[in-house]
């Protein structure tokens, strides 16, 4: 089973930085794009950023000159360091990752979601 584990959360000022990072693991052939979203309370989910294999990214408008998505391809991890953090930021951060999997003589094609990090932008 195709496994996706966040971590780098917590707590941090405004204006702070942070690093969150997600590791793909368990009969991975390929991934192909992966991005993060967030949940804030009372809020919908919502897209944040993405890359794709090639390394092409996409940012939502509020994030853009502060949050960087990056990817290492080798790990299967992607990593989102956000800098100049707002307390509008604070959400659960989740990874989702497209995955080629192959598994009993079957390759699927498989949308995957790590169960979030928690990230708190207070003073």
């Known amino acids: 089973q195709v496994q996706l584990v966040e971590s780098g959360g917590g707590l941090v000022q405004p204006g702070g930085s942070l690093r969150l990072s997600c590791a793909a693991s368990?009969?991975?052939?390929?991934?192909?794009?992966m991005g993060w979203y967030r949940q804030a309370p009372g809020k919908e989910r919502e897209l944040v950023a993405t890359?794709?294999?090639?390394?092409?990214?996409k940012y939502v408008d509020s994030v853009k000159d502060r949050f960087t998505i990056s990817r290492d391809n080798a790990k299967n991890t992607v990593y989102l360091q956000m800098n100049s953090l707002k307390p509008e930021d604070t959400a659960v951060y989740y990874c989702?990752?497209?995955?080629?999997?192959?598994?009993?003589?079957?390759?699927?094609?498989?949308?995957?979601w790590g169960r979030g990090t928690l990230v708190t932008v207070s003073s």
């Open positions: 890359v794709t294999s090639g390394g092409s990214t």
């Open positions: 368990g009969g991975i052939v390929r991934i192909n794009s």
């Open positions: 989702d990752a497209d995955v080629v999997h192959y598994s009993n003589g079957l390759y699927s094609s498989l949308d995957e």
